[in-house]
């Protein structure tokens, strides 16, 4: 699971891009080009910890800052990242939270036919009470749940730019243990190694077919009392990724995925997988994106294995060179494999962001969720309204 932390660094650092904050960087005698960024907010959740029934609702306010030094020499980039995500809950304040995110990038042209990428990232995260491990169970807890994760990534890239063909080599390693709450969460601390090999086809049409390759060992530390849960997860697609033009881009690739379990009291699976992402701009302030996946994954909770299936339709417009509009729509439907339980789950999104200066946006927020489980107690509706400034030099 990706941390809440490094997907808003992430799109802090997105939207740069794009329609935000222009942030000032400065530059240290080593060469690095330092940029600080602010992100603070104040929302209300009517649900805090996503229950069924009584709920509690808090207005919270948020504090973030980050920080992004870069050395770059037009061959090779050094990328350091550090953030801190605090988050104040005004009438439930045992939800109160601090997450801390550091990460590290290097990426390299070794020569004219061959790169190198290398990443890490050290994250102290949390899970708000009711989702992810303790969903359903928020009653019981009297706090959110915290966890750690380390992921060391790498890969080498074969082939010239100007040639069509490309292959690269990569792995990578994560390790995820959850800090607190031991008699729910101890058997979920796990380690995975994961090794790929990708070929690239480049056509003149700014199309590449692309053959993905991936087998991933997953090994937990306590063995589960139900049955223990090491596997391994092999994964083929075959597909394209493109870039034709200023009006569309995104990747759409499907294959096969095979999950195996060390112990032969779990259920294997085996099936098609597949990813669609696409975007399409008929003005070039004016974006649509839609996206489905299926995959199998573990649960958190009970059951062998989920299939999992999502949906994304978006828009995002500039209206004007200060107003931007966001609307978004999610929807994932999870399907329990050794347990009987669907669920299903919808999320829709609005926002609208406004340039008040270079080094400071405002934007209105509102986020509902809707979660149905053929499990009592699962499901909830929560909804979120708020307010962000993000700020820079």
């Not at 080009?33 to 029934?53: E, F, M, Q, R, W």
Request: proline residues 3%; hydrophobic residues 35%; negative net charge.
């Amino acid at each position: 699971m990706k941390s809440k932390l490094a997907v808003m660094v992430a799109l802090a650092c997105a939207s740069t891009q794009v329609f935000a904050v222009e942030p000032q960087s400065f530059q240290t005698g080593s060469g690095f080009d330092i940029t600080p960024l602010l992100t603070t907010g104040l929302k209300h959740d009517d649900n805090v910890a996503s229950t069924s029934a009584n709920e509690i609702d808090s207005w919270i306010l948020t504090v973030q800052p980050s920080l992004r030094a870069v050395l770059d020499d037009g061959v090779s980039k050094t990328e350091l990242t550090a953030a801190v995500a605090n988050g104040t809950y005004f009438d439930s304040s045992d939800d109160n939270f601090t997450d801390t995110l550091l990460g590290a990038l290097f990426d390299t042209q070794l020569s004219e036919q061959g790169k190198f990428n290398a990443k890490a990232d050290l994250i102290w995260s949390h899970e708000d009470r009711g989702t992810g491990i303790t969903e359903g169970l928020s009653n019981n807890q009297n706090e959110p749940t915290r966890y750690n994760s380390q992921t060391v990534s790498s890969y080498y890239e074969y082939g010239a730019k100007a040639a069509p063909a490309r292959v690269r080599v990569g792995a990578k390693y994560f390790n995820k243990a959850y800090m607190n709450q031991r008699e729910v969460t101890q058997f979920r601390d796990y380690d995975s190694l994961l090794g790929g090999v990708n070929f690239y086809y480049d056509t003149a049409a700014g199309i590449s077919a692309v053959l993905e390759s991936s087998v991933e060992d997953v090994s937990y530390d306590f063995v589960d009392p139900t049955a223990p849960r090491d596997s391994k997860d092999t994964n083929v697609k075959v597909g394209a990724e493109w870039q034709i033009s200023a009006l569309t881009s995104g990747e759409a690739k499907i294959g096969y995925q095979k999950k195996n379990f060390d112990d032969n009291a779990r259920e294997d699976f085996s099936g098609v997988a597949w990813t669609v992402n696409a975007n399409w701009s008929p003005l070039s302030y004016s974006v649509f994106n839609v996206g489905t996946g299926r995959k199998a994954k573990d649960p958190l909770q009970g059951g062998d294995y989920i299939k999992e299936t999502t949906y994304v339709v978006g828009w995002n417009h500039n209206w004007s060179e200060t107003v931007q509009t966001n609307l978004s729509y999610n929807r994932m439907e999870e399907d329990y494999v050794g347990l009987v339980r669907k669920d299903e789950n919808d999320s829709y999104t609005a926002s609208v962001k406004y340039a008040f200066r270079r080094f400071v946006d405002v934007s209105l927020f509102t986020t509902v969720t809707d979660k149905t489980s053929s499990v009592p107690g699962i499901e909830f509706d929560r909804n979120i309204t708020g307010i962000v400034f993000d700020i820079s030099l």
